[in-house]
Each structure stands twice: as structure tokens, then as C-alpha cells.
């Protein structure tokens, strides 16, 4: 529950450092009859304002939480994180308390999907070796016309039904592929996106099937490694794996095998154990992985679409209503 109307809400906000930004969010909070009565908002642009900030907050929103920072807190009852994935405050001694968290989940169900199909879309029609050969100086159509296939009828198997996973499906089967679902919970129903669905204990035979996997899990504990030697193997050598979810989810180095062997056609990777990709990895030098860094959620706007999001969830903490995006700290989502 929210501090009385009497006080004003001591909130934190670490959404962005950029000088308009900041500029601007002052004066959205500041033009906000609502919000400029009841909420004393400390917009912070490094660490040290952060820390000095953080013992009186009641309410704290940022990209990353950590044991550190939990540390400092000494008031805070709401944390709202500027991502969808909570894995960051998913630590023993946060998820023991009793602060609240919520998620950024529902703000990338445009951006991620069209990075998942950009990398699908590219091991398709072999628009990254046109890159290469570009860089490179080079013309040579057969390299390229070898790999390249129809989509239509190809089995595109996604990892994880949630809103990233059924955009995506979405977006496949207007390509004419059929699209099959892997979930969690027991619940096989029809979901938008997908022809069927199936267990995560069945992985392994929807795995065999595919042509394109696509992982849009979060990266909790039960999926950390959930893709690794036994699963690429099962994979067909003509399948492509496309990571949009988090590095843990995949075992880098049998993926690195999986690769190098030809167990796989190739990797599509945005997320990765350590980040950033240190410069001496060897997924920089493997011509059939195609990467970005960490940027499929991200777009020029982003903090201010996040913290759109957090102050319509201010709002109805404000108001004493329930919060929406609230994760589930022992579920992990
Ligand atoms: N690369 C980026 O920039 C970026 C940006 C945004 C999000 N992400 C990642 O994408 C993830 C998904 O986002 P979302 O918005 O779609 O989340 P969401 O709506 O919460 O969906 C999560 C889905 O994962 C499924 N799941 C959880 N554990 C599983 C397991 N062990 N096996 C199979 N499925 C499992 C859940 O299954 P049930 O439905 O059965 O519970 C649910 O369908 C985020 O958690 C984050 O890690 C990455």
C-alpha cells in the first residue's frame, strides 16, 4: 500500500541519463496536476545520485536491479523494473522481502518479434551472407542461393507462448509456416499464433521437427540451459536457432560445437552469457551465426515509452489499485 495522500511518494526513477529525457520527464511529472501532488520524483543520471536517492524510496524504477543497490533501500515498497525480463532482481534476499515487482512486459511485443523474424527472415533469403559479401568485396550467387529456401511450409517451433512468443507466431504463419508452441504449464489449449501446442517435456520431439526454433523464454532457472548438446543434436543440420530471449537459455558452447560441427545451419543471437560479448568470442568469427547486441527490445524511444508504462502503473499505485505486470517472484515471469 502506498504512503498517505498526506506525504508525497519518495520515487526513484533510473530509466535514462540523456539530458532531454531527464528535461522532459521533470516537466511530464511537473505538468501532471496528479502525479506533481503526490509523488516527490528524484530523477537520477548516475550512481552517485542514485545511491544517495535510494534510502527514502518508496518507489523505485530501473533497467537492472541488484544486491547493491537492494542493499541501500530502507523504505521501498514497489520496484518496477524498464524490462520485460525480471531475471536482474530475481535474487534470494529481494524475492524473501516483501516488495512488490513489476515488469516492463507487453513493451516489446513489436520490437522483439520483428528482430526474431529479421533473423529468420535473413537465414531465409541469405541477406546476411549479402552483407558479408558487400563488406567483402565479393559477388558470388551460388554460396548464397544454396541456402536460401521458401518459408511457406517450413516448421517453426517457438519456445515460450507469452506475448513476444505468439507475436511471433503471428507473424510466421502470415509467411504461410506452420508454427508450434512450447509452454510450461499444463495447459494445451489453442493460443493465437500457434497450430499446436506442446509441453516443454516434449522439447526434444518438437525440436527433431523444426526447420526455424525460436527461444522466448525468461531466463529463470528452469531454463538456464535448457537448449544444449543433447538438443542441438536432436536439431535437424539444415535448422536455424534464434536466441531473443536470454543467454542462459542456451549452453554457448555446445552451441559453438553445434555450429562449427554443422550439427545445425546456423545461429541468430541477440542475448549471451556475459554482456557485452567480449571481443575475442568466438561467435564474432562464425560467418553462420548472425548477431546483435542486445538490442532487439531497444528502439530510440524506448525510455520514454518506459516510463509511460511505469507512471500509468504510479498512477494506480497512487490510487491504492492492484498493479499491472506484477511478476511472480518464485515463478520468475
Ligand atoms: N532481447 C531482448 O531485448 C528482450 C526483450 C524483451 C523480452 N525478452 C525476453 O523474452 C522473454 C519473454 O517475454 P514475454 O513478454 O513473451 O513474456 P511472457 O508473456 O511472460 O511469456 C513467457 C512465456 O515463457 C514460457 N515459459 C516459462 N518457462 C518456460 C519453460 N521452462 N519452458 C517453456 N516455456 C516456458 C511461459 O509459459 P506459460 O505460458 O506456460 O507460463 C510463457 O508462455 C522475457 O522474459 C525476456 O527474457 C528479451
Known sequence: MPTKQSTRIPVVCALGRFPEFVDWL???????????????ATIVTDKQERDAALPTAEVYTTFRFSPDQFRLCKN???LHLGMAGADSALF??????????????????????????????SFATGLHQGYAQKNAGE?????????????AGQRLVVIGTGRIGQRIGRLARSHGMEV???????????????DKIVPTRSLRKALETADFVVL????????????????????????????????????????????TRGHIAGAGLDVFAQEPL????????????????????????????????????????????????????????
Open 26 to 40: 521533470r516537466q511530464r511529472i511537473d505538468a501532471d496536476r496528479y502525479f506533481s501532488r503526490r509523488v516527490e
Open 76 to 78: 521501498l515498497k514497489w
Open 92 to 121: 534470494p534476499a529481494f524475492k524473501r522481502s516483501r516488495v512488490m515487482l513489476t515488469s516492463s512486459v507487453g513493451l516489446h511485443d513489436d520490437t522483439v518479434p520483428n528482430a526474431a523474424m529479421g533473423f529468420l527472415l
Open 139 to 151: 559477388w558470388n550467387r551460388k554460396e548464397i542461393v544454396l541456402n536460401r529456401r521458401q518459408l
Open 180 to 194: 508450434w508452441g512450447v509452454r510450461r504449464s499444463r495447459s494445451l489449449q489453442r493460443l493465437p499464433g500457434f
Open 216 to 259: 522466448a523464454v525468461p531466463g529463470i532457472p528452469a531454463t538456464r540451459d535448457l537448449i544444449g548438446a543433447k538438443e542441438l543434436r536432436a536439431m535437424k543440420s539444415t535448422a536455424y536457432l534464434i536466441n531473443i530471449a536470454r543467454g542462459s537459455v542456451v549452453n554457448e558452447k555446445a552451441l559453438i560445437t553445434a555450429v
Open 278 to 333: 567480449p571481443t575475442n568470442h568466438p561467435f564474432y568469427r562464425l560467418p553462420n551465426v548472425a548477431m546483435t547486441p542486445h538490442t532487439s527490445g531497444d528502439t530510440v524511444d524506448y525510455s520514454f515509452r518506459a516510463v509511460e508504462m511505469f507512471l500509468k502503473n504510479l498512477r494506480r499505485y497512487c490510487q491504492g489499485k492492484e498493479l499491472f505486470n506484477v511478476v511472480d517472484k518464485k515463478r520468475g515471469y
